[in-house]
């Protein structure tokens, strides 16, 4: 940005060097500074419409881009995050067969789950204490995350 103040200013001084002082609003030397002004002005304006613009334009497509992807999440396209529950207890059986693994969640409660990692039937026994997030994939609740306490 210095370079352009320099740049003008330099032309100013030309400028007012060749028109000599103002001393009357008619006078060829005014009329002279007034054109060399108006090409000045235009010029700057030209330049920050060339900085401004590219940038106003990336601005104006990243709000398209949001508009269309709120577009996008109102519609039925787009489906709900699945509700995640937190619940701890102790393994109570493990059918590989099945893909389940059942809980007691209190003294009264047991619940099956569907494990989605099969895995998981080799990181727990019969009466680990586990903590568990599970999500209901399918219309079934299924474990997503096993920790052993």
């Known amino acids: 940005m210095s370079h352009f103040r320099t740049l003008f200013s330099d032309k100013l ?5 060749r028109t000599g002082p103002l001393s009357r609003a008619g006078s ?6 007034t054109s060399e002004r108006n090409v000045m002005i235009k010029s700057t304006i030209l330049l920050l419409a060339a900085l401004f613009l590219p ?3 990336a601005l104006a497509s990243q709000s398209r881009a949001e508009q269309e992807t709120v577009g996008v999440a109102q519609g039925a396209a787009v489906a709900p995050k699945p509700v995640t529950e937190t619940m701890r207890g102790v393994v109570e059986s493990i ?3 099945s893909d389940t693994i059942t809980l007691r969640l209190s003294p009264e409660t047991t619940q099956r789950f569907r ?3 099969g895995l998981l039937f080799n990181a727990v026994r019969f009466g680990d204490p586990v903590e568990i997030t ?3 994939i ?3 609740k ?3 995350e096993l920790k052993r306490e």
């Open 134 to 136: 599970a999500q209901d």
């Open 142 to 144: 299924t474990i997503v």
């Open 115 to 117: 494990v989605q990692d």
């Open 138 to 140: 399918a219309g079934a």
């Open 95 to 97: 059918d590989e067969g």
């Open 55 to 57: 940038i106003s334009a």
């Open 13 to 17: 001084a030309t400028a007012s060097h």
């Open 28 to 33: 060829p030397g005014r009329a002279a500074e």
